[in-house]
């Protein structure tokens, strides 16, 4: 197959996509999908019409997923903005789906992503920056995905922890990306712990009523970013603060610590903290500890530093923060903040504006560079 034929007609036909309706990143992600069907069909039987068969395909995977979205869409409309406290029924035809798409056939990363793109509704994009890879690598994975269950039989469903997975990274996708999913990750969250009674989806749980707690205070009238430190801790829910802290300690006391408790865990203390001065810092610190005893996660560390650096002071924080690779997601953003504590307003400057250019959404971009900002506006006095 010439797959530098295939490449040159990419260009026109996300163009045709889009003059027929469809929005750019959705005819980019149809395109994407046509072009690995491409890859994987032509070398047997290559068309006539390279074109036209892109086009073709590329258009039905628009609609196969335009439909996807509107389906997933009915099913938000149907949860209140706040989830309710108290038990769900028994498990609705979305969580089963997220069980089978979780697959034994399949890795537990390639199933998380599978299930993200067919059952979640994130696009490509969205779920290469929740793995940290190149968009081009999660592509590869997923479609690596789709051949391997292409052709088994969805009797088997997978493991809770592939799906206690999915439903974390849709709801921060929720939470602090594009797609409001953050009340639906909460539903199904439910109904799971309502059907089993296992520690660790009650850890999740907890930790989704913990962080969507504060979620009004999160962002200011005007869409800008609000540091934890600066959120008005009077518009968090209490009620659900409540919930969330009552069953994470039922959890905890089952004595089968796993990831999601520990980040539970310091979710609560976040949120028992009556001001932003009061936080318990050494404890959050030996949280940490254990998140990273038990995922070995670098953003884990990354976060464990900002704890070290308000437990011991900034200095401590900055060689925790050494000891990390600086490529990582926000290692700039921790670096000024860092810097700034410890009385380097021009580091600090200069690491918010670089963290600026790296930020994944336009809101942290804007928090970032008004730091930036403040901070030389600060020094030219």
């Not at 069907?37 to 258009?59: C, I, N, S, Y």
């Amino acid at each position: 197959m010439d797959e530098a034929l295939v490449r040159s007609l990419t260009p026109a036909v996300l163009t045709i996509l889009v003059r027929r309706g469809a929005d750019f990143a959705a005819a980019e992600d149809a395109v994407q999908d046509a072009l690995i069907e491409a890859f994987r069909l032509w070398p047997a039987a290559p068309p006539r019409d390279p074109k036209g068969w892109l086009v073709t395909v590329a258009w039905r995977k628009f609609l196969d997923q335009a439909r996807a979205d509107s389906a997933r869409r009915r099913r938000e409309d149907l949860v209140e903005d706040e989830p309710p406290p108290g038990p769900a029924p028994g498990l609705d035809d979305t969580l089963q789906l997220y069980f089978l798409c979780a697959h034994p056939s399949l890795t537990p990363s390639s199933a998380v992503a599978l299930t993200l793109r067919a059952v979640g509704g994130l696009t490509t994009r969205q779920i290469a920056r929740a793995y940290l890879v190149p968009e081009a690598t999660m592509a590869q994975r997923i479609s690596r995905a789709k051949r391997t269950v292409s052709g088994v039989r969805f009797d088997r469903p997978g493991d809770v922890a592939t799906v206690l997975r999915v439903l974390y990274l849709v709801f921060n996708e929720g939470y602090s990306g594009d797609v409001d999913l953050a009340a639906e990750a909460i539903r199904l969250t439910r109904q799971l712990a309502a059907a089993i009674d296992h520690p660790e989806v009650a850890g999740l749980l907890a930790l989704m009523l913990l962080h969507h707690a504060r979620r009004a205070s999160r962002t200011g009238p005007d869409g800008s970013l609000v540091p934890l430190a600066e959120q008005d801790r009077g518009r968090w829910d209490t009620r659900m603060i409540a919930e969330g802290i009552g069953i994470l300690q039922a959890a905890l006391a089952r004595d089968r610590l796993g990831e999601f408790q520990a980040q539970a865990a310091v979710a609560a203390l976040h949120a028992d903290a009556p001001t932003a001065g009061e936080t318990d810092w050494v404890q959050i610190v030996e949280w940490y500890d254990e998140l990273a005893r038990l995922t070995d996660s670098p953003v884990v560390r990354l976060n464990r530093a900002v704890a070290i650096g308000e437990a011991d002071g900034p200095r401590a924080g900055l060689a925790a923060l050494a000891a990390l690779d600086d490529a990582l997601p926000r290692y700039a953003a921790v670096a000024a903040y860092l810097h700034e504590r410890d009385g380097d307003p021009e580091t600090a400057a200069r690491l918010y504006a670089e963290a600026a250019r790296k930020a994944p959404n336009l809101a942290e971009r804007d928090h970032l560079t008004r730091q930036a900002a403040r901070l030389n506006a600060g020094r030219r006095r």
